[in-house]
């Protein structure tokens, strides 16, 4: 069966070498990632291929750096990778993204099931995916915690989704996509011989050219929806250590925030 998995690289929040003047946090130049959520998407591809054969091709959007993430996931053991890159595509919001990577899936050719993660950590609209399914016609099962049963010869798959307040059983035709949560799976490290594989591995880089889309119908020119960079302005707070036994300071808060017209 031919897989595909969603990759994306995002900043990493942990370690970002960013400057902050107290209005605006800029990630650019920080150290970048493979979204973390995106680590089981690799994780839950990469099984369903071991299990079932087949191959797992590896697709990201990104800017020419975002190959780095297209070597981990090879690192990990994904057959193929594949980067979306074109200075047009710059800025693009997520239904424009998808448009892109619907165009890139069509391009790949025939599949089985894509898999993405739950959201991406710098954008976090968890909305990419599931515009990729509408946009390819094809069944949308979100929040995957578990998958029950995949089997490529009666074409079905059965998944366990992670709800707020409970967990649902769905069944599907095939092809697919599903996003997954953590819950799923714990993520494989890369191995030496894979790193030393992905280090040498030549990434096609498919531009507006290759996927023969207008430059004209994708970027921040094409889009809805535009990232503001800065954060809200800082206000100024006070903090009042209570004293004294809990039952007196729980008075003196409660006395506290009735003044305030908190409650």
């Known amino acids: 069966m031919n897989i595909i998995a969603l990759v994306k690289q995002t900043p990493d929040t942990a370690q970002l070498s960013a400057s902050m003047d107290g209005l605006k946090l800029s990630a650019e130049g920080g150290p970048r990632i493979v979204n973390p959520w995106d680590e089981y998407t690799l994780e839950t591809a990469i099984q369903a291929r071991e299990e079932h054969g087949g191959k797992v091709t590896a697709l990201c959007l990104g800017p020419p750096g ?20 074109d200075p047009a595509m710059a800025d693009s919001d997520c239904l424009t993204t998808a448009h892109i990577l619907a ?34 016609d094809v069944p949308l099962i979100s929040y995957v ?5 995949l089997d490529p010869s009666s074409r079905t798959i059965s998944a366990v989704r ?15 996509l599903i996003t997954v949560v953590k819950e799923i799976n714990e993520p494989r490290y890369p191995s030496l011989i894979g790193i030393r594989k992905a280090a040498r591995a030549n990434i096609p880089v498919w531009g507006c050219e290759e996927l023969g ?5 994708v970027g921040a020119g094409a889009s809805s929806i535009g990232w503001q960079s800065e954060l809200p302005p800082l ?4 903090v009042e250590m209570i004293d004294g036994a809990p039952a007196d300071a729980a008075r003196t808060l409660v006395d506290r925030l009735i003044e305030e017209k908190v409650i």
């Open 162 to 176: 992670l709800l707020e307040a409970a967990r649902e059983t769905v069944t599907s035709r095939l092809p697919a």
């Open 213 to 217: 889309v207008d430059a004209s119908s």
């Open 235 to 238: 206000r100024e707070a006070n």
């Open 145 to 149: 915690a578990h998958i029950n049963s």
């Open 103 to 136: 165009t890139a899936i069509r391009k790949i050719g025939e599949f089985s099931l894509i898999v993405g993660g739950r959201a991406a950590i710098d954008g976090n609209t968890a909305a990419t995916a599931v515009q990729i399914a509408a946009l390819l």
């Open 66 to 85: 975002a190959d780095d993430a297209l070597k981990t996931a090879m690192a990990m053991g994904v057959d193929e990778a594949i980067l979306v890159s």
